[in-house]
């Protein structure tokens, strides 16, 4: 039930861009992204509910397809301040899945 | 507002001893959820609590492994007769009753080694 993110592991350099892909093998209500740096807690970047929506944070979005149960987090013009390990979430009923990760790092 | 709270934020227990990690969550927020992260991989579902309810423990080991959320105190995640695979960060993450638990505000984890 654990969603499958894609790449497991980008490195980038300070102004390009990446995309992040979380699948699910459920179908999907509702997905949320969460960055962790090391060493800290995960926070909290955005929810995305049904309806293909997307949405943006700053230079950060993410689109929603519960047809395909995906959902992509597109980081345009990286910072440094983006690089740690992002994961994708979703509900089951009561329970929450975190997706397998990816790390990301933006070097200067 | 202070955000959510853990502690202690390190704990080193000997195996075979009992780990209490507490979490207090953000003010108005009436459901608790508690994670493990083993170093390297990703955080795994262990219990979603409302105050005095558990509303599903599915993420949670069978034995050993027990939590709670009182009408007046903190969550507290119970760890009897710890064993070295226990060794882990554990994460609370807390939500308004609103929200239907969809946003979670993470606490900064408690670091549980055992020797």
């Known amino acids: 039930q654990q969603p499958v993110q894609s790449p497991q592991a980008v490195i980038l350099r300070e102004g390009e861009d990446a995309v992040i892909n979380c699948s699910s093998s459920k179908a999907l209500y509702s997905v949320h992204w969460y960055r962790q740096k090391h060493g800290e807690a995960p926070v909290f970047l955005m929810i995305?509910?049904?309806?293909?929506e997307q949405k943006g944070h700053e230079k950060i979005s993410a689109s929603f397809n519960e047809k395909k149960q995906q959902s992509s987090l597109y980081l345009t013009a990286s910072q440094l301040s983006y690089s740690g390990t992002y994961f994708c979430?979703?509900?089951?009923?009561?329970?929450?899945?975190f997706g397998t990760g990816t790390s990301l790092t933006v070097i200067p | 507002n202070a955000g959510v709270m853990q502690n202690p934020r390190h704990l080193v227990r000997r195996r075979g001893q009992e780990a209490r990690l507490r979490c207090s969550p953000m003010k108005g927020h009436s459901h608790v959820y508690w994670y493990r992260q083993l170093p390297e991989e990703g955080l795994k579902f262990m219990v979603y609590l409302q105050k005095e309810n558990i509303i599903d423990e599915s993420g949670m080991p069978k034995e050993r492994f027990s939590a709670e959320f009182p009408k007046e105190g903190p969550s507290i995640l119970r760890i009897q007769q710890v064993v070295r695979g226990d060794s882990a960060a554990y994460f609370c993450?807390?939500?308004?009753?609103?929200?239907?638990?969809?946003?979670?505000?993470f606490g900064p984890g408690t670091r549980l080694t055992v020797t």
């Open positions: 993450a807390s939500s308004p009753a609103t929200s239907g638990g969809l946003k979670q505000y």
């Open positions: 979430g979703t509900t089951s009923g009561n329970q929450f899945y």
């Open positions: 995305l509910l049904k309806g293909g």
